[in-house]
């Protein structure tokens, strides 16, 4: 699993080199403009609670590894609470009827949103190797470190405009994003590379990295664009 975690690490370092970390860090821009994108995140942020629940988690667990991606989506599947939070606190929780509701966000602007969601449930489903849910709980662990540590230096000038903290978007939830499965191991990271595949594994493996790490470049990328289109107070209207 060593050479697949390496692989991960080389994808996490461009994955940081995207022009949507690059507009995250463009202090010239008002901080609010920069997290205008938050509320087209919601097909991705509220559907991650049933990826951890229905097709990550197995009870009773069969093995040790089972056990800790059992704990890691007891973690990882609350996370929509903050997210929820934080659109009441940003300022996005004000009226809009259910059937625009509907439209935005099942609209063409957060199509490679739903599909990175889409995609993850589909590999999930269907792959019965649980070393290879694993490899995609670490790439998907890895991007968050990633996006999630830029989002929260934003959160931090936010947080002087609004005198608010931002559960899911601030510190906090950074914290809890180490860039590895979340269990009750000392050293998780040592566990997991010591790990070993087959050649038939780690080829699957190194595919799965790629899908993963492409699916969130092309989904923040979405996000981008969104920013440059929407003002902050008005990311509703098309």
Known sequence: MKQVTAFIEKKKQEFAKTPFMKFLQDK??????????????????????????????????????Q???????????RHWVWFLQDMKVMGYDHSINFTDTLKFLWGEETIKVRQ????????????????????????????GNVALYEIAQVAKELQQITKQHHPYFGESHFAKETGHIQADMDDVEYFVESI????AQRKKAFMLVEKVFADFTEAMSEMLVFAQKHPYDQPFKS
């Open 28 to 65: 010239s821009i008002d901080p609010r403009q920069r997290l205008t994108w938050a509320p087209a995140f919601a097909p991705f942020a509220m559907s991650f609670k049933d990826l951890n629940r229905n097709l990550l988690r197995q009870e009773p667990a069969t093995s040790k590894l």
């Open 67 to 77: 056990e800790m991606i059992n704990q890691h989506t007891y973690e990882d599947g």
């Open 116 to 143: 990175m969601a889409y995609d993850l449930f589909a590999i999930c489903t269907f792959e019965e190797d649980i070393l290879m849910k694993l490899v995609v709980i670490e790439s998907i662990e890895a991007t």
């Open 196 to 199: 070993q595949l087959t050649e």
